[in-house]
């Protein structure tokens, strides 16, 4: 069955150090592929999303590649702040369905 | 416009009773899911409604849970009885009636069983 696969935290950085969240994915098909953020207190909110293989999703300084060979979507920030402590989900949607697959989540926690 | 409500946002309650779940979702949104997370695991899907009707109820875990979702307006979620492994977030999303449309969550309900 599809399955998200994701790094455990949590993840402890300094502000404005560089942030990789790896998340790789197990699917049939081609599907869509999402990364989710949970901050303090509140629900889920999209944070970006990728349609199809080598496409680029960006949103408030975070991007991720869809990489279809390595089976991967890989979350990236150049420089983290405070602000973006909460947590981060790694999801699919498969081609054939509306249903999400979630990973574990991961939370993030960035010191001033 | 209003998003994914939620009520009630926090529940505690005992072993063997009952606790009813409600989510309002996304006016026009045809679609509407259950999802949870138990602490610390991944968020799973429950089941799916379109409109008042079940499309996939695969993730329910047992008996135990009941979603309804009367008119294909709001929808409930009924635990009875609840049990200690119930405990966890209950998120509820909605997404308009096109396949890949972007999927919108409330904040969820955070339920304790003791």
């Known amino acids: 069955g599809n399955s998200v696969t994701q790094m455990e935290g949590p993840v402890t950085l300094s502000e404005e150090a560089f942030l990789t969240i790896n998340c790789t994915y197990t699917?049939?098909?081609?599907?869509?592929l999402f990364w989710y953020v949970q901050y303090p207190g509140e629900g889920l909110q999209l944070l970006l999303k990728?349609?199809?293989?080598?496409d680029k999703g960006s949103n408030k300084g975070f991007e991720a590649t869809y990489r279809k060979e390595t089976t991967s979507f890989h979350l990236e920030k150049g420089s983290v702040q405070v602000s973006d402590s909460a947590v981060y989900f790694c999801?699919?949607?498969?081609?054939?369905?509306?249903?999400?697959?979630f990973g574990a989540g991961t939370i993030l926690r960035v010191k001033s | 416009e209003a998003g994914v409500t939620q009520f009630p946002s926090h529940s505690v309650i005992e072993k063997g009773q009952t606790v009813t779940l409600r989510c309002d979702p996304i006016?026009?949104?045809?679609?509407l899911y259950w999802y949870r997370r138990v602490m610390g695991k991944e968020i799973k899907f429950l089941l799916h409604?379109?409109?008042?009707?079940?499309?996939?109820e695969s993730g329910m875990p047992n008996n135990r849970f009941l979603a309804e979702r009367t008119g294909g307006t709001y929808s409930t979620l009924k635990v009875q009885p609840a049990e200690l492994e119930d405990s966890g977030v209950y998120f509820c999303?909605?997404?308009?009636?096109?396949?890949?449309?972007?999927?919108?969550f409330g904040e969820g309900s955070w339920l304790t069983v003791v």
């Open positions: 999303a909605s997404s308009l009636s096109l396949s890949g449309n972007t999927i919108y």
């Open positions: 409604f379109v409109k008042e009707s079940k499309q996939d």
């Open positions: 699917a049939t098909g081609y599907p869509s």
């Open positions: 999801a699919l949607r498969s081609a054939y369905g509306n249903k999400l697959v």
């Open positions: 990728a349609t199809k293989a080598d």
């Open positions: 006016s026009g949104h045809d679609n």
